[in-house]
């Protein structure tokens, strides 16, 4: 007995999946969704979606087929939030999942996605900064109440004045750049 308990620390300590587990450790937290969810501060449906996009592990299941999960699923949670709070995509949080699972690597690829995200920050701090300037430029044009279709913004954003399809991004529709991958 004490060779399964082992086994299922050790499925749990490296965040794979597992399903259909009914075995019950004293030592091993089962959670259904919505206390994970109470647990980590993430709703329920960004718990569901980062499953589905395989960054957080199917859990085991109860015998009514309610998910449960584990501490294991609570510290992934954890770091893909703390990846998703600096922006990261899911791409980038996927490389940094498999330094993280595979702990023995060294972290020159990690430095590497870090000094690129960094880059990409900064393209973006001076693409809003252009974008501030616009909308203040265009703010200037209507200095005071009057009817709409005598706007000055109206009429500014009517004539063109602000081609967005200039514009190297949307603020929007703006994605990162797929990780460079490792070479082998």
Aim: proline share 4%; net charge negative; aromatic share 4%.
């Amino acid at each position: 007995m004490e060779a399964e308990f082992s086994n299922l620390d050790l499925l749990q300590s490296q965040a794979e999946p597992f399903t259909n587990l009914n075995v019950q450790h004293p030592d091993v937290v089962m959670m259904k969704i919505g206390e994970l969810s109470s647990t980590t501060h993430a709703p329920v449906e960004t718990i569901r979606y980062y499953e589905r996009e395989g960054l957080l592990p199917a859990p085991a299941r109860s015998e009514g087929n309610f998910r449960l999960y584990g501490e294991s699923h609570v510290g992934r949670l954890g770091f893909i939030r703390a990846c998703r709070a600096l922006d990261m995509n899911l791409d980038e949080i996927r490389v940094l999942l498999r330094f993280r699972d595979g702990r023995h690597e060294d972290c020159s690829e990690v430095n590497a996605l870090l000094d690129e995200h960094v880059r990409h920050v900064d393209e973006r701090i001076v693409e809003l900064r252009r974008l501030a300037k616009d909308l203040r430029a265009l703010r200037e044009q209507c200095r005071e109440v009057s009817a709409a279709d005598q706007c000055g913004i109206m009429k500014g954003l009517a004539s063109g004045g602000f081609d967005a399809a200039a514009k190297p991004h949307s603020h929007v529709a703006h994605v990162h750049r797929k990780p460079a991958r490792k070479s082998t």
